[in-house]
């Protein structure tokens, strides 16, 4: 019966005041003052709170699959360009950026001048 007695007493006490593991009892703490208008409440790497409420960014609900992208990617693909152009001057078939005629009017084969 002591020892049941001495269990007790050792409950109630640990219950009654919680401690440290050192022995010391754990002193209550007062709470936060409030924060006064002059005082902001800042969040760091978002900055001062706007007054409305914290700007939010769009977020997707959902991963869109590979056919939503293609048809919404699709007209911004790579146009097939003219492999062949004619010259403007002299009417020749020349491939583009390339060198014809220099914008000599006329037969380019005639050497006279």
């Known amino acids: 019966m002591a020892a049941a007695a001495g269990w ?14 050192s ?6 703490t007062p709470p936060p003052a409030p ?3 002059a005082q ?7 900055g001062a709170a706007v ?3 914290m700007d939010l960014m769009a977020v997707p609900k959902k991963k869109v699959s590979k056919y939503k992208k293609g048809l ?5 693909a790579l146009k097939p360009v003219p492999v062949i ?11 583009p ?3 014809c005629c220099s914008g000599e009017k006329g037969n380019p084969g005639d050497s006279s001048s």
């Open 72 to 76: 919404r990617n699709g007209p911004k």
């Open 35 to 37: 924060l006064t208008e």
């Open 8 to 21: 007790l007493r050792r409950a109630a006490a640990a219950a009654a005041a919680p401690r440290l593991p």
């Open 85 to 95: 152009v004619r010259c403007r001057c002299c009417g020749r078939v020349k491939l």
């Open 40 to 46: 902001s409440f800042v969040l760091p790497g978002i």
């Open 51 to 53: 007054a409305g409420g």
């Open 97 to 99: 950026h390339f060198y």
């Open 23 to 28: 022995g010391l009892p754990i002193l209550p």
